[in-house]
């Protein structure tokens, strides 16, 4: 506590203030709540109230991101298999053989060099997606008791069984290595039916990506208040569709808020009711006013943008229409 108070010029004191700072850590929770993105933009914090408030509101948003990511991750997955297996083989090994083709999407005899390079990034993909197949079915065997169940009796695994040992982000890879006419039968299925937004197919795969690195930093209680977790990159072609489909402006999902605004879309899509989203809502809204009122308004507008008042307006527009 000197150490903060000297050379950070930080209010720190007392009993309490020992016990918050105990409880958030001073390397992964005190260092990291000072800045935003990067250790370059250190915030002009003269109270360790500031901090902790800081603290707070990441803690609250996780707990509220943390069932919606979930909801997500099944509805999505369902949907998926839904549209994959009906009036189809429902194994895992079949659909890979007929339908984990998006490399024949592309013409190997082209002259242009991006369209060979695509097919070939295709073959890579598809073998390295064999490769998570494997993996996963060796490891899990003997551990899941459904996988173990058709091993043993020497039947395919079908594909529920393997979408319940596969990550979020091996989930997106599967939509990824899908052939064009699959990417498109599976967003149908997802509710993603935009014709100029999404003629590849691919929009289902950006969203999920998108939310993978928010779902992991979630889960393992990583910082996610400033959105620094995404090292991937956004879609722009997903930026997009979103403001359009939502009639949100400046989306960048370089503010949380963005991801909120996504995680909305996507429930509604899936026909949860609007009483239910709304709280989520609101329950974001209310960390949001309470962080407003501790930090200074620099770093209120640095992590949510002082257009984040607007964009609630929009959710609950968006939820709102029929």
Known sequence: MRHIRNDHNVSINGGKNKKSLMNMGYYHGYKRYRFIKSTK?????????????????????????????????????????????????????????????????????????????????????????????????????????????????????????????????????????????????????????????????????NIVFTLTDLRNATMHNSAIFDANFNHDGIARGLKQFLMLETNIEDITFDKIIDYLILLIFVLKKYGYSKTEIKAYVRQFESAKERLFKSIPRSTYGSLLGMDSNKKIEGIYSFISRT
């Not at 914090?45 to 500031?50: A, G, L």
């Not at 490891?139 to 039947?155: E, M, Q, T």
């Open 41 to 205: 933009n250190i915030q002009n914090f003269d109270d360790f109230s500031q901090i902790t408030a800081i603290y707070s509101f990441d803690f609250e948003i996780k707990r509220i991101f943390y069932p919606m990511i979930i909801l997500v991750e099944t509805s999505m997955k369902n949907r998926t298999i839904d549209a994959v297996v009906t009036r189809q083989n429902s194994d895992i090994e079949s659909i890979y053989k007929t339908k984990l083709t998006d490399y024949l999407d592309y013409d190997r005899n082209s002259n242009d060099k991006k369209e060979i390079r695509k097919f070939r990034d295709g073959i890579k993909g598809r073998l390295d997606f064999r490769s998570v197949m494997d993996q996963t079915i060796g490891y899990n065997y003997g551990k899941n008791d459904a996988l173990s169940h058709f091993v043993h009796n020497s039947k395919p695994i079908p594909l529920w069984v393997f979408f319940e040992l596969i990550t979020f982000g091996q989930f997106g890879h599967f939509i990824s290595r899908l052939s064009k006419e699959w990417r498109l039968k599976v967003s149908e299925a997802n509710g993603l039916q935009s014709a100029s937004f999404n003629q590849n197919g691919r929009m289902l795969q």
